[in-house]
């Protein structure tokens, strides 16, 4: 989209972008004082630290293991590769947000408080996660492989090599 | 790395931009909302009515950055090869934009995670959650202006243009496209209608993935702290508790919990509305707050600062504006839904304001000061 992927000499950029860039630093500005005027409270060491993991962590770990799934669902035959995606992103989103549930201190936070985590969240993940993958089989099980699949004359997709050059 | 899913398209990557983009808006927005009224501004008073007000305004805001988790990543995967692009920037506009995106994703992931271990009351994290939450949104929000003045033409060009209709590929590609965003709404939803099931509460057996479940406590009803954990149980229950209602009044009351007991002639349905985004409607009878400033002839005053048996803590006390301590509404409750109020509710009495953040419904309360 930049133009850099595929090669081309220097990303356009439109006449709203300097002007844009100016407000968006005159913003970021104020984010920054505010961040370092409330030093106490916000601790802009451990803030910056934080930042910098979840980017890392981030760009490390959670894309490449994105990557590596979206290239092992290429690899379904074309009647399986939707609907395993779908019921993949619902699930790995679900687990995400459930996560600090199993991870987390919360109910000993306050110990004798019943309305913190009230929700049994072990059985909450399987009310979503069994439907999902009950509906990608069916689905997988009840269509003719995909015209994606047919594309490829075989299982799986042809690479598209020249596919992402045209834009 | 050559070819990519279809999913990583300028188009696909442009949708999901959109998407984000509102999401991240409303967030922004009902985020500074709540801050205004918590901190207030000289230049805004904020009203009592519409009695709701709060409760959607900090709703959408959990809603909105919750189903900003499945986008955002979803986002990030239909550009994550560009990454690695070399060399790192081909002019001046290209390092500025790519150097916004260290605020911009690196800020955008730390508020939907800080946000998220938030509402789920764990902190593994040093820095306070509030503030530190409150100023990464500038920095964030001023990324994503840098972002948006880079990518509002490229994203219009990928949906709209001319060239779009002919980048959008073979039609095998585009409906493969149009499945992975679909799939990625239907993930987003998944986890907005079960948040949603916090605040609206004929939804509320959908809340299953949210931490909070708005009937889930004594006498139905959430508590945040309870009496025991802010070390309130024993002044709450002392025979010799008297609510003051002191400065600027011509005559200041001492009141106990059977003078209190009956003055409470009033009844309001009010919701309570968390600052983390879960509310539930109830039923309260109690004292205007307004009857006892008459009482206590309280002369023209600009606020009403309320303070708890509760003696430490952000949230020890709260200060009603004038067009709250003025509302009918706006009681010192003694009841909950029929009952008795519960101590972990703020038994002898609690304030009930309507358009007020639960926060600030301040319990166990000790005295109002009029100013």
């Given at each position: 989209m930049t133009g850099a992927a595929d090669g081309s000499p220097r990303p356009a950029y439109g006449r709203g972008f300097w002007p844009a860039a100016a407000a968006g630093g005159l913003v970021m500005a104020f984010g920054g004082w505010g961040l370092l005027g409330h030093a106490e409270a916000t601790m802009p060491a451990a803030w910056a630290r934080w930042l910098a993991a979840a980017l890392l962590i981030h760009d490390l770990l959670v894309a490449p293991a994105l990557l590596a799934a979206g290239w092992l669902v290429g690899r379904l035959s074309g009647r399986w590769r939707a609907p395993v995606r779908a019921a993949l992103l619902v699930s790995a989103t679900v687990v995400l947000v459930t996560l600090p549930a199993f991870w987390g201190d919360g109910r000993a936070t306050q110990p004798g408080n019943a309305s913190l985590l009230p929700n049994h969240y072990g059985r909450s993940l399987l009310l979503v996660l069994a439907p999902a993958w009950a509906v990608a089989v069916l689905a997988a099980t009840r269509r003719r492989a995909t015209p994606l699949g047919r594309l490829g004359g075989g299982g799986r997709p042809r690479r598209r090599a020249g596919g992402r050059r045209g834009g | 790395m050559t070819g990519g899913s279809p999913a990583q398209h300028p188009r696909a990557t442009a949708a999901l931009g959109v998407a984000l983009g509102v999401a991240f808006t409303v967030c922004f927005v009902t985020g500074l909302i709540s801050d205004l009224i918590q901190e207030p501004r000289a230049w805004l008073t904020w009203?009592?009515?519409?009695?709701d007000l709060y409760r959607w305004t900090q709703g959408a805001h959990l809603v909105s950055g919750i189903v900003s988790i499945p986008l955002l990543l979803a986002k990030l995967f239909t550009v994550s090869?560009?990454?690695?692009?070399?060399?790192?920037?081909?002019g001046l506009a290209h390092a500025v934009e790519r150097l916004a995106l260290v605020p911009l994703v690196g800020g955008s992931l730390l508020l939907l995670l800080t946000g998220l271990l938030n509402v789920f009351y764990w902190?593994?994290?040093?820095?306070?959650?509030t503030t530190t939450h409150y100023w990464t949104a500038w920095i964030t929000v001023g990324a994503l202006l840098v972002h948006l003045g880079a990518k509002l033409p490229v994203a219009r060009a990928a949906l709209r243009g001319p060239a779009a209709a002919a980048s959008a590929g073979p039609d095998a590609l585009a409906q493969d496209r149009r499945r992975f965003l679909a799939t990625v709404g239907v993930a987003a939803g998944i986890v907005g209608v079960s948040y949603l099931g916090s605040i609206v509460s004929p939804l509320r057996?959908?809340?299953?993935?949210?931490?909070?479940?708005?009937?889930?406590?004594p006498q139905g009803l959430p508590v945040n702290k309870t009496a025991a954990d802010v070390e309130v149980v024993e002044a709450a229950r002392d025979p010799a508790y008297r609510l003051q209602v002191i400065g600027a009044v011509d005559r200041p009351l001492h009141l106990g919990l059977a003078e209190l007991r009956a003055r409470a002639n009033r009844e309001a349905d009010l919701p309570i509305a968390c600052v983390e985004g879960w509310s539930v409607g109830a039923r309260w009878r109690g004292v205007p707050v307004r009857a006892l400033l008459a009482e206590a002839g309280a002369g023209p005053f600009t606020q009403v600062v309320v303070r708890s048996l509760q003696r430490q803590g952000p949230y020890a006390g709260s200060v009603l504006n004038r067009p709250h301590a003025m509302d009918p509404d706006t009681l010192l409750a003694l009841d909950l839904n029929g009952a008795p109020l519960h101590l972990d509710h703020g038994f002898p009495v609690r304030l009930i304001a309507p358009n007020n953040p639960g926060v600030m419904q301040t319990k166990w309360v000790r005295s109002l000061e009029v100013r």
């Open positions: - | 009203p009592a009515r519409p009695r090869r560009k990454l690695w692009v070399w060399p790192p920037a081909r902190y593994p994290f040093p820095f306070s959650f057996a959908l809340a299953v993935l949210a931490p909070r479940r708005s009937d889930a406590g």
